[in-house]
Structure formats: C-alpha cells, structure tokens
C-alpha cells in the first residue's frame, strides 16, 4: 500500500510540475503576458498587442524542435485611441523558452520592428493605458466589416 501510495504521489507531483514548464506542443496555445505586451493563441490564430499596437496572426502558431517561430500577419501602429488604418503585413518573430516567449514583430512594408518584448505562459498582460483583446475572433469579425464598408 505504501508503495502505491508512493508511485500515485510520484505521479501527481510530475503532472503538476509539467504543467509550469509552458507549452510542450509545438502549437503555441493560451494567454502569453509581459509588461505593455500580450499574446493570445488559439490552435488556429493568434492575437498580439505591444503597447498600443495590436496584430493579429491567422494560422496556428508553431514552433520548431528548438522553440522558434517565424509567422507571418498583419499588424497595426495605429490602433489606439480610434482603431485607424492601415494594417502592415508583418513577421512574427519569436523564440520559447519554457514559459517565456520572446517575441518580436517586423512590418514588412516599412522599417517599423516592434519588440523583442518578453511574455509569460498564463500569465496576464499588463497593457498599462492601452486594452488588450479577449477574444480575437470579435475584434476580427469588427474588423472585417469596417474593411468592407
């Protein structure tokens, strides 16, 4: 019985240290948090404010074996206090390690980097002055039918 008892412990104490060490999925999923930066992916996209500035990414996004990531997006400096045009196409640039992502993002229309910001697995954004989205798809849905009108 001690045994038992002992391998049941064994067992709950290594699920509960997995679960602080971050994603081990490639695909990046959850709320990533910083100062003046937050990051919220889905399986199938993925929602990036650093500071005023907000991007969104529609795909999943993956890292490689050695945790890096390159995807690509659409990002807009001019979002905060009226939402204004346009949205640059822009590189998500990152690298994960454990909980801690660092990430950076490249207009690849201008000279404009954002970042490197450093973010957090579950931890929550703190965006100071500026909102951060909790759900992608609504923003995106407002987005879309501000773009076609």
């Known amino acids: ?41 889905t399986d199938t996209s993925a929602h990036v404010h650093i500071g005023c500035t907000v991007g969104d990414i529609h795909q999943a996004l993956e890292s490689d074996p050695e945790g890096r990531f390159d995807v690509p997006g659409v990002y807009n400096v001019t979002a905060y206090p009226v939402y204004r045009g346009p949205d640059h196409p822009a590189r998500f640039i990152g690298r994960i390690d454990g909980q801690l992502m660092t990430l950076t993002v490249q207009l690849t229309d201008t000279a404009v980097v954002l970042g490197p910001v450093q973010l957090t697995y579950g ?9 951060i989205c909790r759900v992608p798809s609504h923003r995106s849905a407002r987005m879309d039918v501000r773009k076609s009108q």
């Open 1 to 41: 019985m001690a045994i038992r008892l002992a391998g049941v412990l064994t067992l709950l104490y290594a699920a509960a240290c997995q679960s602080t060490r971050g994603p081990v999925d490639p695909v990046l999923v959850g709320t990533w948090g910083g100062e003046n930066a937050g990051l919220i992916a």
């Open 123 to 131: 931890k929550e954004p703190r965006m100071g002055p500026c909102p």
